[in-house]
Each structure stands twice: as structure tokens, then as C-alpha cells.
T-cell receptor
Framework: NAGVTQTPKFRVLKTGQSMTLLCAQD?????MYWYRQDPGMGLRLIHY???????AKGEVPDGYNVSRLKKQNFLLGLESAAPSQTSVYFC??????????FGPGTRLLVL | SQQGEEDPQALSIQEGENATMNCSYK?????LQWYRQNSGRGLVHLIL?????REKHSGRLRVTLDTSKKSSSLLITASRAADTASYFC?????????????FGQGTRLTINP
């Protein structure tokens, strides 16, 4: 039981490049979330999903897109990376209105 | 916008001492959670306290909630070096059927041996 895993762990992009971050969970959770964490800012919600095939915007969705084609996977895409998107990205999942389980994070550096 | 705000931002104590962190929030909540984050790692859930509860214990952790003051505190007793981490409070609201957590900026706790 791996819990929540994230791929890749670290990535460097040039401005304008695109990439996809993958989150996978093996706990059969309905809800999945993408957050970004910046120094001194805590975690901010980017997008979330309440079930397979559904997605919704969070607090800071601009510049990101998501897809939830399979229940266990939640993909976060950056179509045209900007230096302001340099951050640590965390995925989380939950089965209901309580505990969220977090992945180990992806460090992204946009030059 | 940040719902929860932790205080202090950083705390350094000696091993064996107690550590207290505070969290204040702005709007009404269903529950409040505390998470721990070790350096470079993901967040780990510690404890949840519901809005109709005033105090909750889990091992060396004690959480209090005062909804009239919109504040919570996390007490770690008999601290250990392994408790060195950042601690975040998170308040919830429900959005389109999903729980949305709003995190504070965290308290960075250092336990000195």
C-alpha cells in the first residue's frame, strides 16, 4: 500500500515549456487535490476533484489544468511554465470530509 | 487568502520541554486539523477537532479549540528531537461536496538536544 505517490520528484523547466505532474493513490479515495507550497505562504489549493471525470478550480488555478480520467490518478498540467510557478507541488487525497493524505511533493524550478 | 494563522512563526525549545503553537481563523468551521511537515516531505495528519469539541488528546498531543475566539492551540508535551518540523493548522469549508482545507503559514518548531 503505497498511499499517495507523485511523479516526478524534481524537475527543471525553461519558461514556456510544458509538463505534467502525476499523482496516484491506491486507497480508493474519491477526492483528490493539488496544492502548491511557497515559502511563507503555507499551502494553496490549485484544483481538486470530487470523483473520476470531475475537476474544479481552487484558490490559485490560473496557468494550470487538471484531468481525472481514472479514479486513482490526478494529473496537473502546466501548458506554458512561468518563473512564478516555481514551487513545491503536493497532491492529496481523501475519502471524506476529514483527513487528507499527502504525497511527498514535486519540486519544480522554472528558469 | 489564508484562513488560519499560526503563532509563533518559529519556536525553538530544549528537548523535554513542552511546545505550544496557536492558530487563529476568521470564519466558522466544521472542524480544524493539525498537520506536521518534516523538512522536504509531505504533510502528515496529526489530529482533528470538531467544532463541538473543546479539547482532544492523542499521545503527547493536546489540541484545544475555542470557537468563540476562533482559535486553537496545539501542545506537544515532553518534546523530542524527532518533533522538529513545521506544524500547520487547517480549517475546512465544503465546496461542491468536497472538503476544502485552508492552511495557515505554519510554525517551524526546532527541538534542541
Amino acid at each position: 500500500n503505497a498511499g499517495v505517490t507523485q511523479t516526478p520528484k524534481f524537475r527543471v523547466l525553461k519558461t514556456g515549456q510544458s509538463m505534467t505532474l502525476l499523482c496516484a493513490q491506491d486507497m480508493n479515495h474519491e477526492y483528490m487535490y493539488w496544492y502548491r507550497q511557497d515559502p511563507g505562504m503555507g499551502l494553496r489549493l490549485i484544483h481538486y476533484s470530487v470523483g473520476e471525470g470531475t475537476t474544479a478550480k481552487g484558490e490559485v488555478p490560473d496557468g494550470y489544468n487538471v484531468s481525472r480520467l481514472k479514479k486513482q490518478n490526478f494529473l496537473l498540467g502546466l501548458e506554458s511554465a512561468a518563473p512564478s510557478q516555481t514551487s513545491v507541488y503536493f497532491c492529496a487525497s481523501s475519502t471524506g470530509p476529514e483527513t487528507q493524505y499527502f504525497g511527498p511533493g514535486t519540486r519544480l524550478l522554472v528558469l | 487568502s489564508q484562513q488560519g494563522e499560526e503563532d509563533p512563526q518559529a519556536l525553538s525549545i530544549q528537548e523535554g520541554e513542552n511546545a505550544t503553537m496557536n492558530c487563529s481563523y476568521k470564519t466558522s468551521i466544521n472542524n480544524l486539523q493539525w498537520y506536521r511537515q518534516n523538512s522536504g516531505r509531505g504533510l502528515v495528519h496529526l489530529i482533528l477537532i470538531r467544532s463541538n469539541e473543546r479539547e482532544k488528546h492523542s499521545g503527547r498531543l493536546r489540541v484545544t479549540l475555542d470557537t468563540s475566539k476562533k482559535s486553537s492551540s496545539l501542545l506537544i508535551t515532553a518534546s523530542r528531537a524527532a518533533d522538529t518540523a513545521s506544524y500547520f493548522c487547517a480549517t475546512d469549508n465544503f465546496l461542491q461536496g468536497a472538503q476544502k482545507l485552508v492552511f495557515g503559514q505554519g510554525t517551524r518548531l526546532t527541538i534542541n538536544p
